[in-house]
């Protein structure tokens, strides 16, 4: 079995979670495939196992204007009216897009639909495809509609993470049949517990004296807002104070390259403006780890709040309770539909607010679930074996053509 999994880079770790979670899942239900890993720039290794390879655009087409159009296929494929591109050398296989969250009116009807028709360029070049793990489908007018549509038209199937994407695409008059929730896979991520993570936890049991807390915060959609961005920050502020009083702080940036502000640069510009507190300690470099040396990191931790939902599960796949704090549906729904109510998860934009009510209601919580400690990590245990055994047997289902019962 060839399966080409289509690639759109890595803005954070939870992104690069999901990839690696991606390949896991797929080497455990079709062992003896042989995985190509295809986008325009090459791929790091560290990103890839032992059997997986980056595979450039150019391989895929060929003939004269082959270049042309892997360099330029959004466009091209625009003007054609998303007519498939010729040439393509490999014959059958599977696409597996590996997730992202640009397929959605969120950023305007043009940045959609030209992530649309740059990723069907390719995906009407193969027999079976699978739009795997995704969060889609929001619109705002007929125009959106008609582009998710279409764009959900050219999968066989369709891998959402959460019912409201489910709901949307519905919404849009896609077949219902071909929509089928999976958790999110950065639940099937592993640990892997590195020098140099052995080198940062000594740092951390170091700080012994009161709970240990990890916090991720993130640069975000408030930054269009100065007013809301504002309040933003002052909640930030407010929050972290509390928590230095009664717990240590850790700060765990998750982001490292994107259009927005990277966390590490944030976290650096508010403890420069001191609206974090001394106390609290960052920790840069697990921004650079593999989300699996970021599982063995949280492993060391009482509790984590975080911002973002990535973070909030990894912390769950290392047994420690996550309080999320969401700001859209995709991340609620995410995180609600996979773990349930075992864990906390708190609107920012009701925090933004009431901060006081907020705060209060997070180190309830915070104390409750250390006091619960034991409880919450045997029923996490559970909860995200129960996660990778459902998608393993969803995707199994897809790839060898059996019934699907999900």
Known sequence: MKIFILFHGFGNVGDFAIFKGTLRVLREVAP??????????????TYLDDH???????????GLFGKVVAHTVSIAQLVSGL???????GGE????HKGGSGYDGYHGSIPLLLSAMSTMSVARLFSLKILGGLSLGFYRNGFEKSIIRNFADGWNYILVREPYSKYYL???????????????????????????VEELVAEI????????????????????????????IQFIAKLLKTLTREFHVFLIPMGFSGTHENDVKFIKRLMEDRVIPDSAVPLYSAAYMDPEEVVCLLRNFDASVGVRMHFCILSSVARIPAIHLYYEHKGRGIFRY????????ISL???????????????????????EKNNVRRDLERIIKNNRLYNQKLVKQILHGLPIKS
């Not at 003896?32 to 290794?45: E, M």
């Not at 007519?83 to 050398?89: A, F, N, Q």
């Open 83 to 89: 007519k498939p591109v010729v040439g393509y050398e």
């Open 32 to 45: 003896g495939a042989d995985i190509a890993v295809v986008d325009r720039l090459p791929v790091p290794n």
């Open 170 to 196: 519905t919404s849009a008059d896609v077949d219902e049949e071909r929509i089928l929730l999976v958790h999110d896979f950065a639940f099937h991520t592993g640990e892997k517990c590195s020098k140099r």
């Open 338 to 345: 996979s773990l349930g109510d075992r864990l906390p998860s």
């Open 52 to 62: 997986a390879a980056w595979v450039s655009y150019h391989r895929l087409f060929h």
């Open 93 to 96: 296989g599977v696409l597996w």
């Open 349 to 371: 934009y009701g925090a933004i607010r009431d901060p006081l009510a907020t705060i209060n209601q997070i180190v309830g919580h915070i104390r409750k679930l250390i006091d």
């Open 205 to 232: 049991k170091s700080y012994d004296s009161k709970p240990r807390i990890a916090v991720s915060i993130r640069d975000y959609y408030y930054d269009h807002d100065p007013m809301l961005y504002n309040s933003y």
